[in-house]
């Protein structure tokens, strides 16, 4: 198969930038203005932009030759997390999960931090420990210091944007470890994630999974008094220049993660492990990489996304809730495999995730516009999906010349 | 040279889940010495050197390095002690390209973990160069052939600098030329008082390189002998266990009518470039016909065209005693009475999940099946004679197959092609990283086999082999055919001029 | 609010959360019937959200694009959709939220059933069967829809609010059937082997009331319990009423045609708009006596 | 890996029931005779028989290596398809979809089978092809008159029993089609396909996607007349003996399909194909195994029961609607896994996927013994997915293993 790697690897370069294209003109023929004009373009961008975000981190775990089921349940856990920390008062379920761990990863970020740099000072191991713990209890403190009175006032919006993202973490490394010291499936591991972490979501926001409203003063909606500080708000908001609204702020989160992770894949050694794992996970293993380590990371930054994810969806739908992003784990699968990142691991960009998760926006903004039913949508979005990667992996042309050659050989 | 050793293995014990594969292995060399290591398939060479890379980790013994102490717990803690190994698999990683895989896992960083790019691919080019193995170092392996990957493991080992160099039968998928290449930089690590773990099967390169020999036999410490006094016949012994005459054997009988007739074979990738082109050749019945060329001349492209092995599209027309076949797909060709016996046991030869018996039988249930259905007791009885005839050592056909040494699985695939009784056998590079003991008996078999009619073509890489085997030798120089040789006027110079690609 | 009165006619959106639910088939029905009536000045654009609020957002967003120039909307919950109606409001387009009311209180209208009340109804109907208010003694099993969302915990909660006043009565169960006909079969098909001597099964829809009684049926208790469901659709719980094997069933009406009339006398400026303004759907009790009226409307 | 395989062997062949084992303990020590008692065995038997016959499906598919993520909407669509064709007169959207293809389809079996006849009597190749096409159209034709009636009188159970599984077969080949001669991951074709079928589930039913409610006499119950034949219900009842209930006739269904696929597997070429195929595809095919029919085939029999199990659902629950199998294709793979089938292919048996089946049920139906919370339900499954794999994996073994090893190397 090699041999038609070079038109295969155009193919899957360029590909998903044609589709984008070639969708987008589809929207102008269709609709003209109303799907052209600003206001419907930041809509696009300001909703792909929320489950753009798991893509992401998606893409590293599929460029690894994982796969993560569990990425939906996480935006859920978290979206229930965040809209509790924001709106209740004193400890709550909530509480009670997301500190305790948010603690923690202080603590041990705070202790590696530390440890690696007196070891920089080239000091004894033993000291490094002893500092690093020192270090690590300092940071932590001072964040406790900084958090705890949260409990009872209700949490800031940077609060959350740091604390729900760090739960996702944990449990996005916990997918991690147990795949990498189990040496099992990434699909089973994160499908019981994926299980587990819906039914926790249920538990903590009680009675069965209630939904936890967010209500702001500004939207004209209160709660017994209880609302979210307005600075949340400004999440799901627009930036707007002279009044213009130019860029929705949820867009800014995606395209820094796009950035963001597009440079550790190039620059950075990591990015080489990612690829070098899903690539060859022996060989990568006998060159002395910790893959262990990679595949924990990968999966933590993916945990991480979806949760961050799951704060933007409590601002854009001002509700946190056990089902927010049910069946979000097919969509993000979709958009990073139309964005020519195959399954098998070692191959893909995450600017094709990018531009995946904008075709299949476009495609339902196009499709709404249009008044085409659900069902009718459901139907078009396998056939895409299909259809997107028969075309990257260039099999068209090869039954084409296939059939022709059967022609020519007739004769 | 008696120095103070400079790597000292003592009582080396190694099982794999209650099979004992290493029985109380003592290894020494020093320092600037190449020491070959050779045995038959399954003796533990590679067990014994995995476990001083640090690839396995459970064994019981002592590693002592310029008499310091040493438990390696994986592959780091090893390179850091200044081993490193070439192993007898290629792992690299296909994505990525030549230098990304030469330093993986070490990459050079600029800062923050950034690699620096520039430094990496000069570093690269640098090595690369000195093996002669002239491709831009940004390629990605996939666009390699083997011969070529080897060369790139080669650069990957060169570029540790260690003191202490293991080559795992580095030669087996290289060419004469190319062997040359590896061994003029063998020399220069020796004036640099490196190390050198040679393991080989194939003699004359142990003749002509190694300093000492160490000899396993079934994870046994046969002996230590130096190279410039030690004959032929003793190693092989020492290997075997028992002495032969004989090694080569040719025995065939081929007679007048045309087998095999392959007229103008052409096939391109799909950026169409040629992988054979025009290939156009006869072969009688019962011949032994060797195909040689240096690597990447096409000649597994050539045996996978005729065996319809994978999509390119192919051109020309093939026949079988006169009739025209279909190539398109194995199923086709091999009911036309084709057999392929592959270059990569393991990749496209066996199923390792499998059994050795289930292996045996899987290109020719047909002659296992009862009423439709599947019978245990015909597949135990047949697999049985085979085992038998080709004597495949193994202890239950129940057994996976990867429990067996390469040479007992490259006697099973024989026995699971001669199931299907073809009329014309592939072999493609045989006797890879096949002992001795093995090799004779598959040379005996593919003669006896010759005259019973069957058409034996063989390609390889050793021209000795090719001399001595094989009725006619047709040399292959990039995907053409540009001679083929009576054995009376083949001989090692004419093959390889022929070979040589045109300046 | 600029309209579209060139054309003299008014282009309406309507985003339902989703059709699996017959009770929202049947609303789109009469909805789509009504529309029909003045066909010659409203167009309406019927969308369906595959009960997803992102969707339900992408809807409204359209219509906005759109500039229709009212919208009706079935939201999933209270809050999701709040912020998009609130965003449509200012842009000058009427809102009308139908079936469960928001968080976002400055929509022009909301027409709905009160789902409490319907749980009272029940409760009290459970109570008279078993011997009225005071002396009302025995068990029964509760079956819920899905509990994340509101309906199903205001039918709880409504219930409760009589029964639970009921020293001899014992309310079991409780667990989530997500309105569905067979997972309120397994629940019962589990429940009634743990209580053998349960009088009334109390599930938040009909689908799952028929559930348990096909449980019952397999166990042969189906004659000595007795099934209360709710929503009252006609070829649904009304069926079944008639066919004696629910008790009773309590309406549910769909908010549809009173939407697209109160929509349309909006446009007219027949109506002004007093923000955040409620208008309650009367329930109905649907016994084997007054089941037939229920079917033939 | 291979180190410890034997161990592992054994594990993964006994590892299931034991697991079973342990849990039916604890079944009876939580709930004494009530979980016991006949009647909820059967209940639990019956249960999980639905819900095991794509499961059985699923085993195959992965034993190639592969995963089918469409059976679960293949369920749905076929409890679409059958509800109506008992349900409705003259033709709907569902006859005008099922028939074609069934008819097609008979005629292409009736083609193959003549063909086939026609070669051993060593006729010539154009022969055989026509005798084939004769054969075939004789076979359809004489279907038409069977079932055409049936289009305006509505549908028997025996023909729905036919026409719905073959709509299934037919899907799925289309699945495994696309998979071999396209050449791309299973997980991405079927998730299309998921996509789609459920998609074409709710365009069938109609009206977005309306339930379709299945009426019987007996029952009491009738709309506007219309009923379905009161042999239907049969397939949701328990056959008795003596007026005691003994099995209930969906558990003949999945007993059945064990038993055949087990045969399959283990006595017949293709079984080993199957098992070759997962083990190494490259070395099947160069073995002149058609990896690409078998596949194939592969695919369809698991789209055909799923589709056998959507009938089998409208019967048990007297409906047909579009969300009938959501999420069903991930309790199959949590059992077929549970079982001891390896997702890597090659590995595993059709017997460990019906205990697999068999510990699920159980576990749901203790759970609902015990009155637990769905969300603690959820956590809890998650958990044990997890769990039985790595137990099967051998890895707490190992864990301890290491462990101890440690401690020893610490003294
Ligand atoms: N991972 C493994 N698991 C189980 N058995 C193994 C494993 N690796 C090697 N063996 C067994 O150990 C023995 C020695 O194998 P080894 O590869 O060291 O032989 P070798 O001398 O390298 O043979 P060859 O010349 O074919 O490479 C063989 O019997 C082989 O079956
Ligand atoms: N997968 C591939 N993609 C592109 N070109 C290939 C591929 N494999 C082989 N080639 C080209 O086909 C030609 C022959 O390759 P092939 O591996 O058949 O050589 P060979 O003589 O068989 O060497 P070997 O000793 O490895 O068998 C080479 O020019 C090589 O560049
Ligand atoms: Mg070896
Ligand atoms: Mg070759």
Known sequence: MAANSHWRLLNQRLGPFLGLIVIFVIGIILNGDTFLNIYNQLNVLGRVSIIALPAVGMTLVILTAGIDLSVGSMVSLASVVCAMLLMERDWTRATSLALPIYFVFIFIAGYYVVRKATRRLDAKKSWSVITGIAGGLIVAVTMVYWTYPQVSTGFGTLSVLIIVPVLGLFLGALNGIIIAKGKIQPFIVTLGMMSSAVGLAKFIAGKGGQIHPIYFQSVGMTAGGKVAPESFDVLSSKISLFGVKLFPVAGLFFLCSVIIIYFVLTRLKFGRYVYAIGGNEETARLSGINVDRVKTIVYAIAGGLSALAGVLYCSAYTQGKADAGITWELDAIAAVVIGGTSLMGGKGTVVGTMVGVLILGYLGNILNLQEVSSEVQDILKGVIIVGAVLLQEGIFARWMRAFLKKIKDEE | ?503 | ?297
């Open chain 3, 1 to 297: 609010c600029q309209k579209s009165t060139q054309s003299g006619r008014y282009v309406i959106g309507f985003s339902q959360v989703t059709v699996k639910e017959p009770w929202r088939v049947v609303f789109n029905e009469k909805l789509k019937a009504k529309a029909e009536e003045y066909k010659d000045k409203v167009d309406l654009i019927v969308l369906d959200a595959d009960d997803k609020t992102e969707n339900q957002v992408e809807h409204v967003k359209t219509f906005i694009a759109k500039r229709v120039d009212a919208i009706l909307i079935s939201p999933k919950e209270a809050s999701g959709c709040s912020k998009v109606i609130k965003e449509a409001t200012e842009a000058g387009i009427p809102v009308i939220v139908l079936d469960r009311d928001i968080t976002y209180k400055g929509y022009a209208v909301f027409i709905g059933a009160d789902n409490r009340v319907i749980g009272q109804a029940a409760g009290e109907y459970a109570v008279k069967l078993l011997g009225g208010p005071g002396n009302a003694s025995g068990k029964i099993y509760e079956i819920c829809g899905a509990l994340a969302s509101t309906p199903a915990q205001e039918r709880r909660q409504g219930f409760h609010d009589i029964v639970d006043r009921e020293s001899g009565i014992e309310i079991l169960g409780g667990l989530d059937g997500d309105w569905k006909l067979d997972q309120g079969k397994a629940i019962a098909q589990d429940a009634l082997q743990v209580h053998k001597d349960i009088d009334i099964i109390y599930a938040h829809n009909d689908p799952m009331a028929y559930g348990a009684y096909q449980a019952a049926r397999e166990l042969g208790l189906e004659k000595q319990i007795k099934f209360l469901g709710i929503d009252g659709l006609p070829h649904e719980g009304c069926m079944w009423v008639k066919n004696g094997i629910l008790t009773a069933t309590f309406l549910y009406p769909t908010p549809g045609e009173k939407g697209l009339e109160i929509a349309i006398e909006i446009l007219n400026g027949k109506r002004t708009i007093t923000p955040g303004e409620k208008i309650t759907l009367e329930t109905a009790t649907i016994t084997s006596e007054n089941v037939n009226e229920f079917i033939n409307e």
């Open chain 2, 1 to 503: 040279m008696m120095e103070k050793p400079l790597l000292l293995m003592k009582q080396i014990n190694k099982d794999f889940s209650g099979v004992q594969v290493l029985y109380d292995v003592d290894f020494e060399m020093s320092a600037g010495e190449v020491m070959a290591l050779m045995g038959e398939n399954g003796a533990g060479k590679s067990t014994l050197m995995k476990i001083l890379a640090g690839v396995h980790t459970d064994w019981q013994g002592s590693i002592l390095i310029e008499g310091e102490k040493h438990r390696f717990k994986n592959t780091k803690d090893a390179e850091q002690a200044g081993i490193s190994i070439i192993y007898q698999e290629l792992n690299l990683v296909q994505e990525l390209s030549v230098a990304e895989n030469i330093f993986l896992g070490r990459e050079p960083a600029a800062f923050g973990g950034m690699i620096n790019y520039p430094k990496m691919n000069r570093m690269a080019h640098e090595i690369t160069d000195e093996l002669n193995l002239n491709v831009d170092v940004r390629t990605p392996i996939a666009q390699l052939r083997v011969g070529q990957q080897q060369l790139v493991e080669i650069a990957k080992a060169l570029s540790l600098n260690a003191r202490i160099l293991i080559m795992d039968e580095p030669s087996s998928a290289l060419s004469d030329t190319e062997t040359e290449i590896l061994f003029r930089v063998i020399r220069q690590l020796i004036r640099r008082n490196v190390a050198v773990i040679y393991i080989s099967h194939r003699m004359g390169e142990v003749f002509e390189i190694a300093d000492r020999v160490t000899v396993l036999r079934d994870g046994h410490l046969v002996g230590v002998r130096s190279a410039k006094e030690v004959q032929r016949q003793e190693l092989i012994s020492m290997m075997v266990g028992r002495d032969f005459d004989q090694f080569f054997v040719k025995e065939s009988a081929p007679q007048d009518e045309v087998a095999l007739e392959v007229n103008r074979l052409t096939r391109k990738t799909i950026d169409g470039k040629y992988l054979i082109k025009d290939v156009t050749f006869r072969v009688r019945k019962g011949e032994q016909f060797g195909i040689a060329g240096l690597l990447g001349a096409g000649r597994t492209e050539l045996l996978e065209a005729i065996f319809g092995a994978d999509f390119l599209q192919t051109s020309g027309e093939v026949k079988i005693n006169g009739q025209h076949i279909d190539y398109s797909s194995p199923e086709k060709t091999i009911l036309a009475g084709l057999s392929l016996i592959t270059e990569d046991r393991k990749g496209n030869g066996l199923v390792l999940g499998m059994s050795v018996e289930q292996n045996m039988t899987l290109a020719a249930l047909r002659e296992i099946v009862r009423y439709g259905m599947l019978s245990k007791s015909r597949e135990k009885s047949v697999t049985g004679r085979f085992t038998h005839r080709l004597s495949i050592n193994v202890s239950d056909m129940k057994n996976p197959i990867e429990t067996l040494s390469g040479g007992n699985q490259q006697k099973v695939l024989l026995a699971k092609w001669l199931l299907t009784n073809p009329r014309i056998l592939l072999l493609d590079e045989p006797t890879r990283g096949i002992d001795v003991g093995a090799k004779h008996e598959i040379y005996e078999l593919l003669s006896e086999l010759s005259k019973q009619g069957i058409t034996i073509i063989i390609v390889s890489s050793e021209l000795t082999e090719l001399l001595s085997i094989c009725d006619r030798i047709m040399v292959m120089r990039e995907g053409t055919v540009s001679a083929i040789l009576e054995h009376e006027e083949a001989s090692q110079e004419k093959i390889m001029d022929a070979a040589a690609p045109l300046a």
